[in-house]
C-alpha cells in the first residue's frame, strides 16, 4: 500500500448534505481523500454514492432541483465558497463516467485535445505533446497512435472508456473521479481499467465509486462504504474487508444484503 | 393485416408517382435550353423560359432562409438547452400555433407590415413571409434534434470544464449538426413550393429582376399564372415549370438525406 502516514491532505468533505429537492440522498458525509491514494466508495444502488461523487466536482448542482449543504475542501478551501467558479474547478477535477462518453462529432486526437482546448489555444506542439501524454497514461495510445484523425466512435467500448481516462487527465486534474468506470465494459476491458487504477495514483488522487466489491478490493488503498445516505464505515481497504468493525458493513460485504 | 398495410403504403406512394409521371409526361417535352435561359415573352408568341422564376424563386428562397434559419435554429436550441420554464412552453405553444397558421394568413402579415408601409410589391416582403413560416418548422425540429443527443455527452462536456453556453454550441449543437442542417433543408424545400404568401408580397413579375425591393417572379407564382390563363403555350410552360419546381424541391432533400448519411456528426 502506498498511503503513509505523511500523506499531504487533499480533499476532504465535511458534514456534506445532498438533496434531490426534499431527498436527502447524501446525508451529514465527513469523509477525507488522502493524496495520492485510491479511495473506493461502496455500497447497494442507491445509497448515495454516486451523489456524493458528483458533489466533489459540483456536478451535483446541475441537476434541477438539487441542492447542497456542508463543505467540501480542496486544500482547505470550501469549493461551494461563492468565489469558487465551478468551471474552473472542474478543470482541476476529472470525472469519467459509467459509459463512455466520447464526443461523436470529435476525431480520437479532438477528444483528447477537448479539455485542454477549452483552456485556451495553445501551440500545435503543446497539444501534441500533451495529447500524447494523455493516452500513454490511459494505456491507449499504442492502438491508436496511427489513428488519431479517426472517429473516437469506430474504438470498441473499452477502448472509448480509456480514451474518456485520456481525456479526463489530459489538462493533468488533480484528482479524478471515477463513477462506476467499468460498468459498461467486459472482463477483459475491466482488467486494462482497473491496471490503470494503480498507474494513475502516482499522479492523481483517484476517488472511485463502485458496486463491486471485488474491484474495491482490487484497485482501492482506502474503502467507505454507503448505506441509505450515510457514510457507516470507511477505512483501510484491507482492514475494512477483513476486519469490519460494524455490523452493516460486514453485511454488505459478506453478501447477506445489496 | 399486412396486405392491407402493403396496399396503404402503395396508395401513398402512388400519389407521388403519378403526380411525377403526370409532370414529366406533359411538361418535360417543353424544357429545353430556352426555358432555363430566357425570360417569358409576350402572349401569344411561342418560345421563352422561365429563367426569370427559377432566379426568382432562388433568391426569395435564400433570403427567406437568410432570416429564418438563424432564428429558428436559435429558437429551438434555446427550448432544447434552456427551455424547462414557463417562457420555453410558452415559445413552444406560440411556434406550434405558428406552425399550423395557413400560408395565406402569413402572407397578409407580411402585406400589412412590409408592402403597406413602403406602397410596393416587393421580393423581400415575399422573403419575410416565408421566413415566418420556416421559423416554427425550423425550431421544432431542430429542438427534437437537439435533444436527441445524449444527456452524457453535455456532463462529460461540462466535467471538463466547459462552460454551459461552450457545451452547447460546440458540443451538443454540433453532434446535433446533421439533423439540424436536413432540418433546415427540409423547411427550405417546403416553402420554396409555396403560392398563398407570395400573391401579395412578391406580386410576380414577367420581367427579369435582382432587386429584392422590387415584386420578383417565382416558379409557384409562374404556374399559378400560366396554369390559370387562357393560352395553351402558357399552360405547356406551367406544367413545364411545375416539372422543375418539383425536382428542385427533390434536389434539396435528397441533399438533406445525404447529409444524414454522413459519417461525422451521426447522433447516438
Known sequence: ?258 | MTALVVILSFTAVLALVLILGNLIAKGASSIDWNFFTRSPVPAGQSGGGVANAIVGTAIVVGVAALIGVPIGVGAGMYLAEYGGGRLGYLVRFIADVLNGTPSIVVGIVAWTFIVKPTSHFSALAGSVALAILMIPMLARTTEEMVRLVPHSLREAALALGYPRWRTSLKIVARTAMSGIVTGCLVGIARVAGETAPLLFTALGNLNFTLNVNQPMQTLSLQIYVYATGPFDEWHRLAWASALVLMGLVLIISLTARWLTRQRYGRVR
Open chain 1, 1 to 258: 500500500m502506498v498511503a503513509s502516514a505523511n500523506t499531504r491532505l487533499r480533499l476532504e468533505t465535511s458534514h456534506l448534505t445532498a438533496m434531490f429537492g426534499q431527498h436527502r440522498a447524501v446525508r451529514d458525509v465527513s469523509l477525507l481523500f488522502p493524496a495520492h491514494t485510491v479511495t473506493a466508495i461502496i455500497g447497494p444502488s442507491g445509497c448515495g454514492k454516486s451523489t456524493l461523487l458528483r458533489c466533489l466536482n459540483r456536478m451535483h448542482e446541475l441537476t434541477p432541483g438539487a441542492s447542497v449543504d456542508g463543505e467540501v475542501l480542496l486544500d482547505n478551501k470550501n469549493i461551494y465558497d461563492p468565489d469558487v467558479n465551478p468551471i474552473g474547478l472542474r478543470r482541476r477535477i476529472g470525472m469519467v463516467f459509467q459509459r463512455p462518453t466520447p464526443f461523436p462529432t470529435m476525431s480520437i486526437y479532438d477528444n483528447v485535445a477537448a479539455g485542454l482546448k477549452v483552456n485556451g489555444r495553445r501551440p500545435r506542439p503543446e497539444l501534441d505533446d500533451a495529447v500524447a501524454r494523455a493516452l500513454h497514461q490511459a494505456a491507449l495510445w499504442e492502438e491508436v497512435k496511427d489513428r488519431l484523425e479517426t472517429s473516437a466512435l469506430d474504438l470498441s467500448g473499452g477502448q472509448q472508456q480509456r480514451l474518456c481516462i485520456a481525456r479526463a487527465v489530459a489538462p493533468q486534474p488533480e484528482i479524478l473521479l471515477r463513477d462506476e468506470p467499468t460498468a459498461s465494459l467486459d472482463p477483459a476491458g475491466t482488467q486494462r481499467i482497473e491496471e490503470l487504477c494503480h498507474a494513475l495514483k502516482r499522479l492523481y488522487t483517484i476517488v472511485i465509486v463502485t458496486h463491486n466489491m471485488q474491484q474495491a478490493a482490487r484497485v482501492s488503498d482506502y474503502t467507505a462504504f454507503m448505506y441509505l445516505g450515510s457514510l457507516i464505515e470507511v477505512g483501510r481497504t484491507d482492514e475494512l474487508f477483513t476486519k469490519p468493525k460494524v455490523e452493516q458493513t460486514e453485511a454488505y460485504i459478506t453478501g447477506r444484503f445489496g
